[in-house]
């Protein structure tokens, strides 16, 4: 079976309309649409076109290495990579269990990711379109505008995400691309004065931060009929869970769930991911589409992130946060919500969330400690899962006796959204586009589902692809650097 | 009081990039908001604004590994008066560029044909999908690039540094502890 709108029956003859680069998005992406004369939609697909092959290139570099590599993936969300590398070279190093010093350094590098991300998804990319409109005119429809009209808010989530960005300064050496994490554990810790310049800070954070769950909640409120079915896409959900069903982003076991809520699977430990999930590749994307092994890839797809995180989970383990998922599930009780604009509402609840640990966090002297790393018996495979803040981030490298990677595989958060990104922008088009001229207004709602989703485009062009063409490269002064010929 | 001066138009565009030295651009915080009394963004991943128009300023992100990235960089030089590479891709090639050594052809078959845990693979080959080239390269290797500014990424600083420098006319100097390779 092939999804519909997936592939026109008869693509000769259709118009194509493309929405290339997907904007205010994270990485690089486009959009296709097959319309025929009279407008109606044929086909509909979100590609990812770039390639970068860090799979690859990973393999015969040392394994101490990888942590830093890897975070090149992606520089919005750096600390993912960094940490989900570690945690399956810890495997390698033999660090099942990590100092206490060092697995709370690395929860405090990662909720400040969470947040600085959270924010940044928020208030600079997605908030124009929650704010002026979908189709309002192009020259307001951003960060820009928002600025302009709503000073308040846009520097509200400025300081956020910045302060987001010096929680990962401290604990990582750097805003993007430091080195915190090592294999085993940190390469510092926090010292007094490291902490006391954030700490005095998070009254302030808590306080913006339940401003943010109220503004996202606001904002659906305002247009809730209309926000509820936009791009509406039922679907598994999957993330992983804490100890005790808590939420938990840094570490956890999977869980999925079906679109009703019911237990698909539960307690999977990491290591075993493979018996679980498995990916398919279509012609037309660079990006995998990856499913429930035991479902089939026509009905094993599943979201990940906020929106199946929160839902996914028992509780949230911090007041704050869920008072707000509480309020959030009583609005539909017993239904799982799946409409791609409630992720807004989740990330915000998130964001919280992530600004309560911290607040626990820098509060807890065990991140002064000087116990920086474990070892023990050398293994030749580990598996790193965390949950990113676009999703449930797979690691998994083998490492020989000569301390090299021999194999190196990686299921990015965005990854596991591609299905359910198709599905609801195919849902935009049936319901904005069909039968009409397409406007950029018009089109720019099939963005505003993407966007919902927080994809990020850079994660998920770690693959290579070839294509029939040729391609000649010359520099400035004409000459031929490079030309390419593919059959 | 000076009469207001004309807005500088920049463009910005992430090629084969992670897309983090867009954050550190955007690392520059409260600073934004003082820049874009001076600035106004045209083509740039944070506006829905998608080619390039006429501008004083073009910043690009990344290398070229592609025959996508070859055409934004040629309309990026035919737009923006003045080209800036940003960051170790755009200037070397970056650590993409690590798979310069390596045949296209394996790095294919290894992804998509035997990675773990694929089903029915084979290798994407649609007409949407531009073509890899067999190398990464740096900015310069295809047009002229006017300044060169080196950090993976830079940092704020180091971005905020040039700036000001370009606005006040001056010729950008980025002194000690702002220039950085890492
Ligand atoms: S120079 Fe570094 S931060 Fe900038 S795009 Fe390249 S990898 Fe990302």
Known sequence: ?487 | MAPEKKKLRVATASLAGCFGCHMSLLDLDERILELLKHIEFDRSPITDIKTCGPCDLGILEGGVCNAENVHVLREFRKQCKTLVAMGACAVNGGLPAQRNHLDVRDCLQDVYLVGVGVSRGFIPNDPELPLPLDRVHPLHDVVKIDYFLPGCPPSADAIWQFLTDLLAGRTPHLGHGLIHYD
């Not at chain 1, 100092?99 to 947040?115: D, N, P, S, V």
């Not at chain 1, 509780?315 to 239904?335: D, H, Y």
């Not at chain 1, 791609?340 to 600004?355: D, G, N």
């Not at chain 1, 849902?427 to 586009?433: C, G, P, T, W």
Request: hydrophobic share 40%; charged share 25%.
């Open chain 1, 1 to 487: 079976m092939t999804f519909v709108l997936e592939k026109a029956a008869a693509p000769a003859g259709l118009r194509r309309i493309v929405i290339d680069p997907v904007s205010r998005v994270e990485g690089h992406g486009k959009v296709t649409i097959l319309l025929d004369a009279d407008n109606r939609v044929h086909q509909v697909r979100l590609h990812i076109v770039e390639f970068r092959g860090f799979e690859r290139f990973i393999q015969g570099r040392p394994y101490w290495e990888v942590p830093v590599m890897v975070q090149r993936l992606c520089g919005i969300c750096p600390v993912s990579h960094h940490l989900a590398a570690s945690k399956a070279l810890d495997l390698v190093v033999g660090a099942k269990k990590l100092t206490r010093t060092a697995e709370k350094c690395r929860r405090l590098m990662h909720y400040g990711q969470i947040l600085q991300s959270h924010a940044l998804h928020f208030y600079h990319l997605a908030s124009p379109d929650l704010l002026f409109g979908f189709d309002a005119p192009v020259a307001k429809r951003n960060v820009v505008g928002v600025i302009a009209e709503h000073p308040e808010l846009a520097t509200q989530g400025v300081l956020l995400r910045k302060f987001g960005q010096e929680v990962i300064r401290i604990t990582a050496g750097k805003r993007v691309h430091g080195t915190g994490a090592i294999p085993g554990g940190v390469n510092k810790s926090v010292t007094h004065a490291e902490r006391d310049e954030l700490l005095p800070q998070m009254p302030q954070i808590l306080a913006w931060a339940r401003g943010a769950v109220r503004i996202a909640v606001d904002l659906h409120r305002a247009h809730q009929e209309e926000y509820d079915g936009f791009g509406y896409v039922r679907s598994n959900l999957l993330s992983l869970v804490g100890k005790n069903g808590d939420l938990d982003l840094y570490d956890g076991t999977l869980r999925a769930r079906d679109a009703d809520g019911g237990i698909l699977f539960d307690g999977v430990d990491s290591q075993n991911y493979r018996a679980h999930l498995k990916e398919d590749v279509r012609s037309w994307s660079y990006m995998k589409f990856p499913f429930i092994g035991s479902l089939g890839a026509d009905l094993g797809w599943y979201k990940v992130g906020p929106l199946a995180r929160i839902q996914n989970c028992d509780r949230i383990p911090t007041p704050l946060a869920e008072e707000a998922r509480q309020e959030f599930l009583a609005r539909s009780p017993g239904k799982l919500v799946h409409a791609p604009l409630a992720y807004h509402t989740a990330r915000m609840i998130e964001l919280l969330h992530a600004a309560e640990v911290i607040d626990g966090l820098l509060r807890d002297d065990d991140l002064h400690g000087d116990d920086l790393v474990a070892k023990g018996p050398r293994q030749i495979q580990g598996v790193g899962i965390i949950e990113a803040p676009r999703g449930t981030l797979i690691h998994h490298y083998e490492v020989d006796s000569q301390d090299l990677v021999t194999m190196c595989n990686l299921i990015v958060s965005t990854t596991h959204n591609n299905q359910a990104m198709n599905e609801a922008i195919r849902e935009v088009a049936r319901k904005y586009l069909d039968g009409k001229e397409p406007t950029e207004g018009l089109l720019n709602h099939v963005e505003v589902a993407i966007r919902a989703f927080d994809p990020c485009l850079s994660c998920a062009t770690h693959a290579l692809g070839k294509m029939p063409l040729v391609v000649e490269l010359r520099s400035a002064d004409g000459a031929l650097v490079e030309e390419i010929v593919r059959e």
